[in-house]
């Protein structure tokens, strides 16, 4: 049966199936935003993990007659669109200057992958890229084929009295120096000071003595000495197998060491260590006073028009900037309370501050403020959806309203509390503008925890993953050395996010299953 | 009678630890909203010794233009000029201005994304993907904002100032592409049609999108050729007269647009679907299509959530700091070429507050644009917030009524 009037109202839009162009568009709307957020974690994971990979070097021969090892990093047209010019990493910095070279695609004569070129990665200098003559020590010289095997075992044997040296330094210097900053009489331990610093000159003295004699691209040879190579590799003649445990080995060590050359190379492991610290702090502090407005404004106020009022200013809370917290952070427990601290405790080490200035006790107090709304907002949520007769159950078997808040509300509103301070955790970590008002360094030589009364120290600075990212890709020399490794910080810090988040949203998931509440969109 | 001793002592130790709980908790409910409101007080008793002292900057120069030192009238932010004795000159308006021009492009962006996306999922999407793709954009809004400055301010900024003839094609070709996708769907035989449903379009929709991507990418430097000469940029820079950053506005509003866009959605689609059921269906009866349905009925029930939700993503815009920082090139101009770059409130707040001295002008200025961001943000955000309870009032009370 037809209808008349139907013919005529889609007449218009048959052509579009009856939904017209716009019912398309919408879903590309969608389409589009999946896509821009793919992208954006391709990206970061592929730059981020690229980077570990121990690319294939490349030894160019050029029209000019120059000699180049390197690898490809980007291609680019040329201005006059007369070709295209690629851009090769060279390493080098203490023989070229620089560290990349420009080289237009028709002046590559000869592009080989010859397997004896070698990587060093070196203390001072970056990396060098080329080819291994000979290692000299104090009483031989292994060239030739010899040469590899014996700078692996000096590598090996290196690493060793580091890694002793580092020990003696951190568990019996160190804290021997603190420990005669303290006391008056110390004859006794400037004595044992000398006899550890002894130790150390002798494990320094190990170290050197060994010299690799390399060869650049063009031939040129020069001495390294090796107590400045941190590590060296082969990339060409490294199988698959053996290149994913270097990459593997390169992963661990981004995560578990500290940076080098002004944060543009080494690994981010205090960055890590300050933000899951200061995050830990603020869920402490968040957790109670959050639950607690909760619980106050669900169960205990009164629900007239002044209660609606703060439910609303706290939830407009969380719109406003996080920079406006960082500004009241800085006023308010930076120079207020901290300044204040620092005349009546720390009046002798004046006028350089104490708690007067940025550290992790604030950072943490700030964004315990910040984040406040989130736990106030999910806590209720969760309080809002336990049926009343659970409540009214307990009251009439005569608990008290303190008792059914303990023992029946409460526990039945435990995963939205925890579903909120995951959520404020995931927004704490990645929250900088205020952390760099209250308290986060570019550089922070000592870790917030060590061995030393009180263990914990609040009023020092931190890393923080977020700040890296902003400090490595703003502030470092060579913006372009520093990228793959604010790729990989990028990286690193999406994921905790991520995780956290996911996380947040199973519980939720769970919880709704639980109370059998259908889903409220 | 008096009841049992021990009962008795037990009930009124239970009786006392409860008023003792309760005002223990009110106690700390009523703390943590003093708390909030803490930051108000502080911000105007920061911001007020800069009107009420003589030797601040006086309150018309930081609104109206300035004679700088070669006589030329200005809006210029140079708080260094507060330290030499000078003429102080400390417009805020620039910053407004970069403020107010930033969110703008990023709710440019986000708006038709956002709403796009919540009229789909509340009218054609399957529900087995719209439970997905709603944790998925949340996902999106929890992108650090870090990340996404890096990305548009280092990668996404320079690519584009060498790419100008690409990127306008690309934004042009997506609409076109989806159009020629749907167009061409229709020629299809009837067993594919059906598997590329609209209802799963979100997800097919996506291969096609990359698919017009790449060839926009490809096609654009031959219209480039064609019209300006193989290089748009020097063609903008000579016969437009503006100029080319690497760090602009638009790529801002792009990073900001997508870090909003989610907040946005989540809200509007709210607003969608508490739109009673049976308008709908009724509407739908009488043979509107759904899209008909959306413009003509729903929209206008929902249109107060509707506007709540992009009230709230312009508040978060005009306080979003690090992608500002990371991707705006931070130069306080007062120009309306979405190529040039521009200073907020909020970057200037986090690079120059670290510096500045406490107690001074210069510390005072930046509190008074801490106060304008929180007072911004406090009023759209309250009042997106009461349109939306109003909303959800009438609705429920429509509903009761029926």
Redesign the interface.
Known sequence: MKIPGHAAATGASRRWQGEGPWAWLSAAAVALSLLMLGALLVLLATRGLGHFWPADLHQLRLADGQRLIGVPVETRQLPDDSGYERRYFTANRDHQGGIWTWVAEDAIEQDRTPNDLIVLQRGRWGAFFGRLVAVVTETERFGGDRAWQALRQRLDHLEELRQQSESLRRDHILPLIRQMERMKEHSRLSEQLTELEQQALTLQRAMTGTVLVLETADGKRFEQPLESVLDAWHPNSMGSVEKLAHWSRGVWQFLSEGPRDANAAGGVWPAIFGTVLMVMLMSLLVTPFGVLAAVYLNEVAHQGRLTRWVRIGVRNLAGVPSIVYGVFGLGVFVYGIGGSLDRLFYADTLPSPTFGTGGLLWASLTLALLTLPVVIVATEEGLARIPLHQREGALALGATHFETLTRVVLPMATPAMLTGVILAVARAAGEVAPLMLVGVAKLAPQVPVDGEFPFLHLERKFMHLGYHIYDAAFHSNDVQAALPLVYATALLLVLVILVLNLTAIFLRHYLRLRHGVPVRR | MPEPVPFSSLHRH??R??RL??AL??A??????L??L??GI??VT?VLPLFLSDNGPSLTALWQPQANVDGVVEYRWLPESLKGGGIPQVNLLPLVWGTLEAALWALVLAI??????A???S???SPRLR?R????????E??????????A???LGPWVE?HLAETFTVIAA??LG??L??GLR?CLPGAIRHWLS?RW???W??P???GSVIVALWGASYWENLWFD?DLRAWIEIHLGLDVQARNALILGLAMG?AV??GI?ALA??AL?DVPKELCEGAQAM?????QTLTKVMLPVALPGIFSAVM?GA??A?????IV??ASGNTALMSANPLDGLRSL?SS??IE??EAV?GSSHYRL??LA?LA??IF??V???LA??VR?RLRQRLVRQRSMR
């Open positions: 239970r009786q630890r409860d709980a309760t908790i009110t700390g409910g009523v703390g943590v909203l708390a909030v803490a930051i502080f911000l920061g038709p994304l956002a709403l796009g996306a009229a789909h999922s009218l054609f999407m439970h793709i709603r944790p998925t954009l949340e996902l999106m929890a992108m650090p904002s870090v990340v996404l400055g890096f990305i301010g280092l990668v060498r997506l609409p989806i159009l996708v749907a229709r609209l379009a979100a997800l929709l996506i096609c999108l990359a193989g997508f866009m989610p959605y689609e709210d679907s043979g509107a299509t759904r899209w709230i508040g978060r005009v306080g979003e700091t690090m920082l990371m909020a707040i986090a507050l670290p406490m930046l509190l801490a961001l929180f943000t406090f759209v955000n309250t917030e009461v309870s």
